[in-house]
């Protein structure tokens, strides 16, 4: 959490002096997380955009790839990408991602898909990402 802060600092100011001071999560606290469901086979080769507070995340996809599969790629993107909020698990077809910090903050971490123009999920694949939520002290 400070390290996405600091790098949001220096992007809009790199002439104030910046002390940052790191705590550890309180021990009560809770992550917030989603449960993000993967669905379909995949009839077209494709990429997968997942977003993770405005990072790009792609993931390759395959004609013939399973839900499990996807979200198998899925779970080994987020997890490869250490400047994330998050990390993520997979159980089958579902991809719980949770917050890297306990607390209230995670709650409003945003997750989604296909933001930009032109991209979309490949054929007879869905994704359902519920709102992230549960973080709390």
């Known amino acids: ?3 996405q802060m600091a790098v949001h600092w220096f992007e809009n100011n790199q002439v104030t002096e910046a002390t940052f001071v790191f705590l550890d999560d309180d021990g009560s606290a809770v992550k917030a997380d989603s449960d993000v469901v993967v669905a379909g086979t995949a009839t077209e080769d494709g990429t997968l955009v997942f977003y ?3 990072a790009r995340i792609p993931v390759g996809v395959a004609t013939g790839d399973a839900a499990a599969d996807v979200a198998a790629a ?3 993107a987020i997890n490869a990408n250490g400047d994330l909020p998050v ?4 159980a089958t077809a579902t991809v719980t991602v949770a ?3 306990g607390g209230v903050a995670g709650n409003a971490l945003d997750l989604r898909h296909s933001y930009v123009e032109g ?3 490949p054929a007879r ?3 359902t990402i519920p709102a992230i939520g549960g973080g709390g002290t």
């Open 52 to 54: 993770v507070n405005g």
């Open 87 to 90: 990390d993520s698990t997979v």
């Open 125 to 127: 694949i869905t994704l």
């Open 1 to 3: 959490m400070a390290h």
């Open 74 to 76: 899925l779970d080994a």
């Open 99 to 101: 917050a890297k910090n």
């Open 119 to 121: 991209e979309t999920l």
